[in-house]
C-alpha cells in the first residue's frame, strides 16, 4: 500500500466504502411497499409498477460481474467514484419522475450505478485488511449487504407513509455527496493494483460484454416476471428463457477462451472458491426467499399490519448486527468450515421452525424463529467470504467479488421466484385435498355446517336458507387459509433441508490459513 494509505486507519476506509454500498444494496428491496403509492401517482397499474423493482434488478446483475474488467481499464477508484456519482443522480431523477416510464428508465441508470458498488467495495476491504483481519472488514460488508434487504421494506414504508414514495430515493442525494467526498480523500488503489492500458494492445470487449448482458438481463426477467406471468405458459418468458440459455452459454465459451475475461471464469479451478460460491448463492437463495414469504404469510394470514410484520423481522437485524462481530472474532481462532457449518445447521433450524407454523401462531414465536434464521445469517456470510478470497491473487479480486456478488443476487431472484411458485402450488394442492372433504357424506364437515347455521339463526338473525349459505362460504375460507398456511409450511420445510444438504460440500473446501483450528478432512 502507498505511505498515505497507510496512514489512514483502515476503519475508516471501511466505514467509506459501506456507506454507499448499504444505501445501494437497500434501494434493491426499499420501494417494495411504496408500490401501490407509485402506481397511484403515476396513473399506472400495480403490476406495470413492478417494473420499477425488476428494471434495478436487471441493470444491477449486468454490471456486478464487470466491475473488476472496468476498474482494470478505468482504475478502482476512479471506476467506484463514477458507480457512486451516476447512482446519485439517478437517485435524484427518480425522485422527480414525471411518468411511470421515465421512471423504469431512471431505475435502470440507478441500477447501473448502484452495481460496480458492492464488489468494487468488498475488493477494496479485502485489500485494506491484512488476511487476520479479513473477517472483522467482511462483518463491516456483511452488516450492509445482509442488513439492507432486511431493513429495506420498514424504512420504505414508514418514508411512504409520512412523507411520500419520492423520498425513498431522495435519501440517498446526501449519502451519495458524503460517499464521494470521503471515496475522494480517503481511498487509493493500491501499489499491487494493475491497470490495463487500451494503447498497450487491449481491445475493449464489446461482443463480450453484450453478450453477457444480454444473458443476464434476460435471466434477471425471467426470474422476477415468471410467477406473475406463469412461468412457461407464457410466450415471453419462454423468448428470455431461450435467449438467456443462449446468451450465458455462448458468454462462458467465449469467456473461457480470452485471454483477459470479462468475468474469470478460471477462478473456480479453485475448489474452495467454487463452493464458496454455491454457498453464497443458497445464501442468497435462503434470505432473500424468507424475506419474501414472511410478510406475506404475517399480513394475509395472521392479519398484521406493514409495520407490525416488520417488528416481527427487525429482531433478526438486530440478531445479525451483533453476532457479525463476534463472528469476526470466532475466525481467529475456529476453523471457517466449523462456523459455516453451524451457520447452515442454525438456519435451517429456524427454517424448520417456521415450518411448524400455524394460524394461531403468537408473535413472540414468529420473532424468535426469525432470530435463530438470522443468526445463522450472521455464521455464514463472514465465512463463506473469508473462506472464497483465501486463494485468490490480489490482482484478481475485484473479478472474484464481482462473481460472488452476482451469484448471490442471482440466488435471491431464484429464492425469490421459487419461493412464490411452490407457494402458488403448494396452496393449489392442499387446497384441492382439503376440499374432497367438504361433502355432505362427510359427517366432520355436515357436523361443522350445522353448527355454523344454528349459529347464524340464533345470533346472526338470518334465515335457514341464508344461514347455511354463510356457512358453507365460511367452510370454503377455512379450507383456503388452512391451505395456505400449509403451502407456507411446505416452503419454508424445503429452504430449511435445502440448508442441511448443503453441509457435506464442506468437505471439499480447504482448511482456513487464518486458523490453528484441527481440520475436517
Known sequence: MTSSHRAINPWVIALTVMIATFMEVLDTSVANVALPHIAGD???????????????????????????????????????????????????????????????????????GGGGLQPISQAILVETFPHEKRGA?????????????????????????????????????????????????????????HRISLKEGARFDYLGIGILTLGLASLEIVLDEGQRKDWFSSGFIV????????????????????????????????????????????????????????????????????????????????AILLMMPVVAMLLKKVDTRWLIAFGFFTCGLGLIQMSGFNLQVDFQ???????????????????????????????????????????????????????????ARRAQVHQANLVGHLSPGDPAYQGLLDRATQLGILRGGLSPADAAHMAQGAAYGTVVKQSSMMAFADTFWFMGVLCFTLMPLLFLMRRSRATGAVPID
Not at 451516476?86 to 437517485?91: G, K
Open 42 to 112: 403515476l396513473s399506472a397499474t400495480v403490476e406495470e409498477t413492478t417494473w420499477v423493482l425488476t428494471s434495478y434488478l436487471v441493470a444491477n446483475a449486468v454490471v456486478l460481474p464487470l466491475g473488476g474488467y472496468f476498474s482494470s481499464l478505468m482504475g478502482r477508484k476512479r471506476f467506484y467514484l463514477t458507480c457512486v456519482s451516476v447512482f446519485t443522480v439517478a437517485s435524484l431523477l427518480c425522485g422527480i419522475a414525471p411518468s411511470l416510464g421515465w421512471l423504469i428508465f431512471f431505475r435502470v441508470l440507478q441500477g447501473l
Open 137 to 193: 472488514a467482511m462483518a463491516v460488508y456483511g452488516m450492509g449487504v445482509v442488513l439492507a434487504p432486511i431493513i429495506g421494506p420498514v424504512l420504505g414504508g414508514w418514508i411512504t407513509d409520512n412523507f411520500s414514495w419520492h423520498w425513498i430515493f431522495l435519501i440517498n442525494i446526501p449519502v451519495g455527496f458524503l460517499s464521494f467526498s470521503l471515496t475522494s480523500a480517503l481511498v487509493q488503489d493500491p501499489p499491487t493494483f
Open 239 to 318: 423468448f428470455f428463457a431461450i435467449v438467456a440459455v443462449v446468451a450465458l452459454v455462448f458468454a462462458v465459451l467465449y469467456e473461457l477462451g480470452k485471454e483477459r475475461p470479462i468475468v474469470d471464469l478460471r477462478l473456480l479451478k479453485d475448489r474452495t472458491f467454487a463452493v464458496s460460491i454455491v454457498m453464497l448463492f443458497v445464501l442468497g437463495f435462503v434470505l432473500y426467499g424468507s424475506l419474501a414469504l414472511l410478510p406475506i404469510f404475517l399480513q394475509t394470514l395472521l392479519g398484521y399490519t406493514a409495520l407490525l410484520s416488520g417488528w416481527v423481522l427487525s429482531p433478526g437485524g438486530l
Open 365 to 423: 414465536t414468529a420473532m424468535t424463529s426469525r432470530v435463530v434464521q438470522s443468526v445463522g445469517f450472521a455464521f455464514l456470510f463472514i465465512p463463506i467470504n473469508v473462506s472464497a478470497f483465501q486463494h485468490i491473487p490480489h490482482e484478481k479480486t475485484a473479478y472474484a467479488a464481482g462473481l460472488m456478488n452476482l451469484v448471490r443476487n442471482i440466488g435471491g431472484s431464484t429464492g425469490i421466484a421459487l419461493a412464490t411458485t411452490m407457494l
